[in-house]
């Protein structure tokens, strides 16, 4: 079954880079809801409404895919890797953006977003693709399947409980998994 999802992923992924918008509502079905999970639990108490979020950082994907930006996205791990990635940028953008507001008013938060308009807001596709290669390269080190998915999981912005639930193990398992994961990633990451 998950062969076959991931198939239809690549499909998808293809089918986008080659300016099919339907395959955009098929991701968009997909991995909707996990985007909207990774912005709430970058927003975590903000009152940023995670579904705009989400929203804004899919349309940024689609339109860089089908732009060809994307040249080494092919299958479901680069996808979420980069999925993961500009949903993250854009939570952060959007709190940059508030906190301008706040702090200087109007002409701050002006100022702020002309700087980001120069600097870019999506990331260059060389930065994506090392940034999922990298990503790729820690969950390796990773070895055991489980430790992958908890890792994934966490980053997807899943509770211990809920992962425990998956796993059908308790939430102390998990918080030790958890511990595992952080000592090899923390080894594997240069100095």
Known sequence: MVEKADASVTRWVALLKAGQTDAARAI????????????R???RATGVDEEAVAASAFNSFCAAAMGGRFPRLNDRQDLWSLLVFITGRKAVNHLRRRQARRRGGAARFEEA?????VAGREPTPEFAAMVAEEFQRLLARLGDPTLRSIAVWKMEGCTS??????????VRTVGYKLDLIREVLREAAPP
Not at 28 to 33: G, H, K, L, S, V
Not at 113 to 117: R, S, V
Request: aromatic letters at 10%.
């Open 113 to 117: 977003a002309a700087l980001e308009h």
């Open 161 to 170: 409980d809920e992962i425990a639930g998956r796993l059908g193990c308790a």
């Open 28 to 39: 968009w079905e997909q991995f909707f809801t996990r985007m909207v999970n990774l912005a």
């Open 41 to 43: 639990a970058r927003l």
